[in-house]
């Protein structure tokens, strides 16, 4: 007993921190756009993809519509079982989800997809150097890699306000810890790529927009969830509540919520711009 407690490997905290909610929650309300985003990659023909970070589907599901052959990789074992269940109920047999690690693909082999895709999924992953080094690895010489992170500081990002606002209620990072905000800045996202072997010029940055859409659930609404859901905003509403500070974390995001929001008197849209990253290889 004491051998095999001592061989059993420590706890991810990142995969603590994905599977601690239930993203499924959140990511109904982003269906809309993470269809729109695979209209705009313009994929004329089926292709073989990786959709890294990807949640329950919300990009793997209409990349797998387009006929393509998709693997969903997350570190999140709930949100694994969700996606192949989704596809399952729309019978792609051309999508299959599985357990993995931004940070060492090692079950996917060296040039296995044309397109490797992740949508505010890798830039959480702790090794920024990696997550750049394996998704260059796993794309085939002549493809492509497409990511879109949040911005930091964006005061059009609803997400990064979010965030900042979260961080500021949470217990500080340990030592060591790399922002995962950085994937949002030029000069980072430039560096963990050629340190992968890409050149400059291959890589491309543009600003987007992703949005936030629900026409049955208020601002208050999306905050409840949120707090209930998302594993960065339920660290902080645990530890606001710890320090007696609920109500004010409250207060603050109810304030972004509506502020951003643009339905009007009902339900939510809110778009929060983010960087879209190109890497031709």
């Not at 965030?163 to 810890?177: H, M, N, R, T, V």
């Not at 969830?225 to 995001?253: S, V």
Request: aromatic share 8%.
């Amino acid at each position: 007993m004491i051998k095999q407690a001592l061989e059993s490997k420590p706890e991810n905290p990142n995969k603590t921190l994905w599977e601690k909610g239930d993203f499924t929650e959140i990511a109904s309300l982003m269906r809309r756009s993470g269809e729109e985003l695979v209209t705009n990659l313009g994929i004329k023909s089926p292709l073989k993809i990786l959709d890294l970070g990807s949640g329950d589907g919300t990009t793997a599901i209409p990349l797998a519509r387009t006929g393509s052959e998709v693997v969903g990789i997350d570190i999140a074992r709930n949100l694994v079982d969700a996606g192949n269940k989704r596809a399952k109920e729309e019978v792609l047999s051309n999508l299959k989800f599985q357990e993995g690690d931004a940070c060492n693909l090692k079950e996917v082999p060296d040039h296995s997809f044309d397109l490797t895709l992740s949508i505010f999924g890798a830039m959480f992953a702790p090794k920024p150097f990696d997550v750049a080094s394996e998704m260059v690895r796993v794309t085939k010489q002549g493809g492509r890699i497409v990511m879109g992170n949040w911005i930091p500081n964006d005061p059009t990002s609803f997400v990064s306000q979010l965030l900042k606002i979260s961080a500021s209620f949470s217990p500080p990072p340990p030592e060591g810890f790399v922002s995962p905000m950085t994937w949002g800045m030029k000069s980072y996202v430039m560096d963990y790529f050629v340190r992968a072997g890409v050149k400059e010029e291959k890589i491309s940055l543009l600003k987007d927009k992703y949005s936030f859409i629900s026409q049955d659930k208020s601002p208050e609404d999306l905050i409840e969830l949120l707090g209930k859901f998302y594993g960065p905003t339920m660290n902080a509403f645990e530890a606001a509540e710890k320090n007696g500070k609920l109500h004010e974390l409250r207060k603050q995001l109810m304030e972004l919520a509506n502020e951003q929001n643009q339905s009007g008197n009902v339900g939510v849209s809110i778009p929060a711009t983010f960087l879209k990253v190109i890497v031709d290889l």
